[in-house]
């Protein structure tokens, strides 16, 4: 499988497919692969998929256990360039979401379009503490423990406590964007959230593309927070997003 070395990155990834490059960006306490599954054959067919394990996530290895969303947006932009992609779509879900609105801010000129899924944009640290690893050990979640040890032991070399700290400490502290900042972005963007998503929701999403100049917005019914994964409806994300990238191809 290729690895790519950044600065003090040894970043794991996946290549397939053919056509104009799109970026996926995956949630916290998941992988690029798993969070992507359902996206891969479909995406595959008219462009060539990257999918990424994320700083402190996966089989990316580093020396340094800490990370945040805005140290992975640099990360992003280093990955395009020692690949010699010069402009890409993102599509990110939940951390990645944010991340691909940092890099659209941050670097318009490498961003084609942005496709978000379960993000409003701004800060909501609801239900972080429910991931810290004392209270995960307190209500006995060693199901989810020994989900994140196997996923994330070469990210966190077997601190998997480091790991969860990490993670909750970035979900209570980011994204930190202004509307000012989010005002910014001008690729076009498309913004998709699940009916019962509970950190999201269509009013939020409402107040986003209020904001974002060129963008339009997506509720699947009955949807939670991951609406593009098997047992919900990756039929109608994958046909949204696809249709929203033939519309905007990359210039």
């Given at each position: 499988m290729?690895?790519?070395?950044?600065?003090d990155?040894?970043?794991?990834y996946e290549k397939m497919?053919?056509?104009?490059?799109?970026?996926f960006?995956?949630?916290?306490?998941?992988?690029?692969?798993?969070?992507?599954?359902s996206?891969?054959?479909d995406?595959?067919?008219?462009?060539?998929?990257?999918?990424?394990?994320?700083?402190?996530?996966?089989?990316?290895?580093?020396?340094?256990?800490?990370?945040?969303?805005?140290?992975?947006?640099e990360?992003?932009?280093?990955?395009?360039d020692?690949?010699?992609?010069?402009?890409?779509?993102?599509?990110?879900?939940?951390?990645?979401?944010?991340?691909?609105l940092?890099?659209?801010?941050?670097?318009?000129?490498?961003v084609?379009?942005?496709?978000t899924?379960?993000t409003?944009?701004?800060?909501?640290?609801?239900?972080?503490e429910?991931?810290?690893p004392?209270?995960?050990?307190?209500?006995?979640?060693?199901d989810?423990?020994?989900?994140?040890?196997?996923?994330?032991?070469?990210?966190?070399?077997?601190?998997?406590?480091?790991y969860?700290?990490?993670?909750?400490?970035?979900w209570?502290?980011?994204?930190q964007?202004?509307?000012?900042?989010?005002?910014?972005?001008?690729?076009?963007?498309?913004?998709?959230?699940?009916?019962h998503?509970p950190?999201?929701?269509?009013?939020?999403?409402?107040?986003?593309?209020?904001?974002?100049?060129?963008?339009?917005?997506?509720?699947?019914?009955?949807?939670?927070?991951?609406?593009?994964?098997?047992?919900?409806?990756?039929?109608?994300?994958?046909?949204?997003?696809?249709?929203?990238?033939?519309?905007?191809p990359?210039?």
């Amino acid at each position: 499988m290729p690895r790519i070395t950044i600065h003090d990155l040894d970043m794991f990834y996946e290549k397939m497919g053919m056509g104009e490059a799109v970026i996926f960006l995956h949630s916290g306490y998941s992988r690029g692969i798993l969070a992507f599954a359902s996206q891969l054959l479909d995406f595959q067919r008219k462009y060539t998929c990257y999918l990424l394990d994320l700083r402190g996530h996966g089989r990316t290895r580093c020396e340094s256990l800490e990370w945040s969303t805005p140290q992975i947006a640099e990360d992003i932009l280093q990955f395009m360039d020692r690949l010699n992609i010069t402009k890409a779509h993102l599509v990110g879900y939940s951390l990645g979401a944010n991340v691909a609105l940092y890099v659209a801010i941050n670097n318009p000129d490498k961003v084609a379009t942005i496709t978000t899924i379960g993000t409003s944009g701004f800060c909501d640290p609801t239900g972080a503490e429910q991931f810290e690893p004392e209270w995960l050990l307190q209500t006995e979640q060693m199901d989810f423990i020994n989900q994140m040890i196997e996923r994330h032991e070469e990210a966190h070399k077997g601190n998997w406590q480091q790991y969860l700290r990490q993670s909750a400490l970035d979900w209570t502290l980011f994204p930190q964007l202004t509307r000012e900042q989010l005002g910014l972005i001008r690729c076009p963007a498309l913004f998709i959230t699940g009916e019962h998503d509970p950190f999201v929701g269509e009013e939020k999403l409402k107040l986003l593309v209020s904001i974002v100049k060129e963008s339009s917005y997506l509720v699947v019914a009955g949807g939670s927070h991951r609406p593009h994964m098997i047992r919900e409806n990756p039929v109608l994300v994958n046909d949204s997003i696809l249709a929203f990238l033939d519309a905007n191809p990359i210039r």
